[in-house]
């Protein structure tokens, strides 16, 4: 069964960080391109990173250059996002999704990011 | 990067059918045939349901199908089900090598 775990959210004030991690199991992990993808409470969902399969070409959403790191581990089939400088609007669930032909599929279970003094 | 525009909700009755509509720019929706629909029901993580405009991922049901003509995509749900009520999101590739979300649309099945 292809599967996407994640992991590492959590509470977080304001100007902190934090490591989110996704377990992928069930595939090929490394000739898949993969992304996060974040939901604001009550919210829609917004884009956040890309890394390509072998990591050469990664790209951020605006909202998040500069303080995010998307970074992978093929021979341990994981994701990563280093979260730096979080901001209350921030907060958000985050999901990690491996993307099939330009299709999002599947999505992780998400982990719960809350930034707050 | 400005969000696709999607309606707020839709409605229908079962076994009718509905349409929402994704609206972008010639940057993204337009630009290219990458645009896909995502299902959600409350508490739980998103479905793919329509991959590149009008494919639909194994195991989801043909009552779905997706089209586009300029920078406006749609899904159809034909059929209307009970269990089709939720949050539906659009997405598109875009110009800047990056993905764009659409606002996201509610569903209700009268």
């Known amino acids: 069964e292809v599967q996407l775990v994640d992991s590492g959210g959590g509470l977080v004030k304001p100007g902190g960080s934090l490591r989110l991690s996704c377990a992928a199991s069930g595939f090929t992990f490394g000739n898949y391109n993969m992304n996060w993808v974040r939901q604001a409470p009550g919210k829609g969902l917004e884009w956040v990173s890309s890394i390509s399969s072998s990591s050469i070409f990664i790209y951020y959403a605006d909202s998040v250059k500069g303080r995010f790191t998307i970074s992978r581990d093929n021979a341990k089939n994981s994701l990563y996002l280093q979260m730096n400088s979080l901001r209350v609007e921030d907060t958000a669930v985050y999901y990690c999704?491996?993307?099939?032909?330009?299709?999002?599929?599947?999505w992780g279970q998400g982990t719960l990011v809350t930034v707050s003094s | 990067q400005s969000a696709l525009t999607q309606p707020a909700s839709v409605s229908g009755s079962p076994g009718q059918s509905i349409t929402i509509s994704c609206t972008g720019t010639?940057?993204?929706?337009?630009?290219?045939?990458?645009v896909s629909w995502y299902q959600q029901h409350p508490g739980k993580a998103p479905k793919a349901m329509i991959y590149?405009?009008?494919n639909r991922p194994s195991g989801v049901s043909n009552r779905f199908s997706g089209s586009k003509s300029g920078n406006t995509a749609s899904l159809t749900i034909s059929g209307l089900q009970a269990e089709d009520e939720a949050d539906y999101y659009c997405s598109s590739y875009t110009s800047r090598a990056t993905w764009v979300f659409g606002g996201g649309t509610k569903l209700t099945v009268l």
């Open positions: 590149d405009v009008n």
């Open positions: 999704v491996r993307d099939v032909s330009n299709c999002f599929d599947p």
């Open positions: 010639s940057s993204d929706v337009g630009g290219y045939n990458y």
